[in-house]
């Protein structure tokens, strides 16, 4: 698939299997995140989709901690609201809205950031990874998951490649069935920004 065919937005009517219990088994949100996100963290999830691991992640960062679901499409925080609402979790839930140019969360600073199935869709992938980086904290990680059957090896060594031109630190490789993942951090000179 060429690079330019990459770049559409997942529809809510993935949900299907964004939410479901089969897909929680298979890529269990807390045993991919557990290294990465304490109680008390601020973290984003950034394209929340239906609302699968910003539950998860509402759940690890506990009373004292906060997760921003962050989505290009109402609908979709429209369905993470209602997921982490059945849960008791959304008074740690902050929900917000991004454009398709702008994360529009430069007042943040947090600890963590999940990425999953996501980069493949944005239009300026070098700016979508500055702006990431430009919200992390100096000690915070960045978890890039990026589906096997849309993005070949040689779009996701292209997409490895532009996050490092955005001062983020290739840390690992890690494992989660169906994806090509790794986790970053910021490059010593991002960190004074």
Not at 138 to 151: G, M, Q, R, T, Y
Request: with cysteine.
């Amino acid at each position: 698939m060429p690079d330019e065919a990459l770049g559409r937005v997942c529809p809510p009517s993935a949900l299907k299997w964004l939410n479901s219990p089969l897909r929680k088994l298979i890529q269990n949100p807390k045993r991919i995140m557990k290294a990465y996100v304490k109680p008390g963290d601020v973290v984003v999830d950034l394209g929340c989709g239906g609302g699968i691991f910003s539950a998860a992640l509402a759940e690890m960062v506990g009373e004292n901690g906060r997760v921003i679901a962050a989505d290009l499409q109402k609908e979709m925080l429209d369905i993470t609201r209602d997921y982490v609402t059945k849960r008791g979790l959304l008074d740690r839930v902050t929900l917000h809205q991004c454009s398709a140019d702008n994360i529009g969360l430069s007042d943040e600073k947090v600890d963590f950031v999940l990425v999953f199935y996501v980069v493949h869709e944005a239009p300026n992938r070098k700016e979508f990874f500055r702006q990431v980086s430009q919200i992390m904290k100096p000690d915070a990680h960045f978890l890039l998951i990026e589906p096997k059957h849309h993005v070949t090896p040689s779009q996701y060594e292209n997409i490895i490649q532009e996050a490092q031109l955005a001062n983020l630190k290739f840390l690992k490789e890690v494992k989660i069935a169906f994806s090509r993942s790794a986790v970053f951090g910021l490059e010593s000179s991002a960190e004074t920004n």
